[in-house]
C-alpha cells in the first residue's frame, strides 16, 4: 500500500514556475514507477511525465522542454518542476504510484492532487 500527497500547486502568472512534490508513504516506494498527470476541467486526464524505479524519464511531447520530472527514492518523494507556465496548464495534478508484479498484477495509487492555476 502506498498512500501519496502532492504539494507545491498555486496561483501562477503566464512564464512563472511551480515545482509540485509528492511525498509517498509505504514500503517499496523505489520499485514503483511514479507518474504525474493533469486533468483541466472538461477535459480527460492526462499523462506529463513519468520516471521508472530505474530513473527512466518520459515526458509528454506537449510539454517537453518545460517540465522535469525527478525522484528522492531516500526521501520517497517524485517532483515536477514546471517552468514558462502558460495559461493552459491550468489543472489538477496528480501523483501515480505505478507497480506491476511478475504475475501480471498491477498497484496503482493515487493522490489526491494539487490545483495549479496560471492566469494573469
Known amino acids: 500500500q502506498v498512500q501519496l500527497v502532492e504539494s507545491g500547486g498555486g496561483f501562477v502568472q503566464p512564464g512563472g514556475s511551480l515545482r509540485l512534490s509528492c511525498a509517498a508513504s509505504?514500503?517499496?516506494?523505489?520499485?514503483?514507477?511514479m507518474g504525474w498527470y493533469r486533468q483541466a476541467p472538461g477535459k480527460q486526464r492526462e499523462l506529463v511525465a513519468s520516471?521508472?524505479?530505474?530513473?527512466?524519464?518520459n515526458v509528454a511531447a506537449s510539454v517537453q522542454g518545460r517540465f522535469t520530472i525527478s525522484r528522492d527514492n531516500a526521501e520517497k518523494s517524485v517532483y515536477l518542476q514546471i517552468n514558462s507556465l502558460q495559461p493552459e496548464d491550468t489543472a489538477v495534478y496528480y501523483c501515480?504510484?505505478?507497480?506491476?508484479?511478475?504475475?501480471?498484477?498491477?498497484?496503482?495509487?493515487w493522490g489526491q492532487g494539487t490545483q495549479v492555476t496560471v492566469s494573469s
Open positions: 520516471i521508472t524505479n530505474s530513473g527512466s524519464t
Open positions: 509505504g514500503s517499496a516506494f523505489s520499485t514503483y514507477t
Open positions: 501515480n504510484a505505478k507497480r506491476r508484479l511478475v504475475d501480471g498484477t498491477l498497484y496503482s495509487y
